[in-house]
């Protein structure tokens, strides 16, 4: 049975970091692309990173590049979301996916999702 499994949240002030980790078991993970989504109350899940098999190529939110990396580590079945200067407006439930489309931002494109981790950020 695929579980992907969330850790890493947490609260922390404005402009503080926060490294996120999804654990993957019950699949072959390197041959599944993975990514970052979030949904914030009242609002419809977001994408937020999202990176290739291989870890190769990486694609980002606008709202997040140059602030948030994705990374992925094949041997360990875990995929990363290093955040920095993070924002009120990062405040969300950040879940992630495992898919067979690589970088995509579609979420019906992603065929196995983690039960998410909260992230506040205070101002």
């Known amino acids: 049975q695929v579980q992907l499994v969330e850790s890493g949240g947490g609260l922390v002030q404005a402009g503080g970091s926060l490294r996120l980790s999804c654990a993957a078991s019950?699949?072959?993970?390197?041959?599944?692309?993975a990514a970052w989504f979030r949904q914030a109350p009242g609002k419809e899940r977001e994408f937020v990173a999202a990176?290739?098999?291989?870890?190769?190529?990486?694609a980002y939110a606008d709202s997040v590049k140059d602030r948030f990396t994705i990374s992925r580590d094949n041997a360990k079945n875990t995929v990363y979301l290093q955040m920095n200067s993070l924002k009120p407006a990062d405040t969300a439930v950040y879940y992630c996916?495992?898919?067979?489309?690589?970088?995509?931002?579609?979420?019906?494109?992603?065929?196995?999702w983690g039960q998410g981790t909260q992230v506040t950020v205070s101002s």
């Open positions: 996916a495992a898919g067979s489309v690589q970088l995509s931002r579609y979420h019906s494109h992603y065929n196995y």
């Open positions: 019950g699949l072959t993970f390197n041959g599944y692309a």
């Open positions: 990176i290739t098999r291989s870890g190769g190529t990486t």
